[in-house]
């Protein structure tokens, strides 16, 4: 998602804009759905590619593009090699995961991230761990924090059709989870809360909006499922699945919860934010950099 917004947020800026993406992905889909640009690859069989570094090659020759964005690391084992014959094509790369416990300084990691020129960390504590696992000095970082949309996300009368799906009374405090169905986003511990805080305050009712893992056959979402039967809580947490209403969703929350694991740095939460909800997160990773305590 955030690769096909940033092709079209240069793009309503004015820049000549490419998404350089695999055939018949979702990613690819979803660009041509916006009407932006694609340029369109067989996925590579492995990282050493040369089907791939013929068509970046071809794109180059095309396009003469001034600057290439990485949207994954892994990308880099195909751009990096191509653009050292291209010393005036700038390669920035978007570090979106954390990477811990992992020495990626090897010669051959030396001289693939050798080749970019910026590395942009969503948080503080993201870089901090990056500098210690990737063969990049600290001038090669910059840290920008995710943006938000406002003009979709701020505060606006609740919608009455999402409470109504749930078969809301106006009158309930409405809890809710907005993340895929996956153990490290706590679920978890959200149900377990859910369930404490029923017993006192039987009107409550809670909301995990989000599905499984695209492509994936998802443990995660059974053990979910598993637990909510578990504690009795069918009738009082409902899972909404993937919903693309997100602004309506989040205005008609009372309370939103990020309690996972270690998130970088949570769009969601500052979607939740503009929308003028109050916010619960977990200390770890980049959300103490978001929210303080109190």
Known sequence: MSSVKWTRLFAQAGYSSHLVCIKGSKVAELARSQGLNTVEFDKPANYLSFSARRGLQEVIEKLKPDVFFSHRTKDLWHLSPVLKSHPKIALVS???MFIRGIKKTDFLHRWIYSRIDKMIALSQIQKSLLLTSLPLEDSKYIVIPNGVDTTKFSPRPESTDIRNSLGLKKQGLLIGLVGRLDIQKGHREFVEAASIIHKKHPEVHFVMVGGENTGEQNASAKEIKAMIEQFQMNEFIT???????????????????MPSYEENFGNV??????????C???????????ISEG
């Open 239 to 257: 899972i909404t699945g993937h919903r693309s209403d997100i602004p309506d969703i989040l205005n008609s929350l009372d309370v939103f919860c």
């Open 269 to 278: 939460m500052l979607e939740a934010m503009a929308s003028g909800v109050a």
């Open 94 to 96: 978007f570090a979106r």
């Open 280 to 290: 619960v997160g977990t200390n770890s990773g980049g959300t103490p950099e978001m």
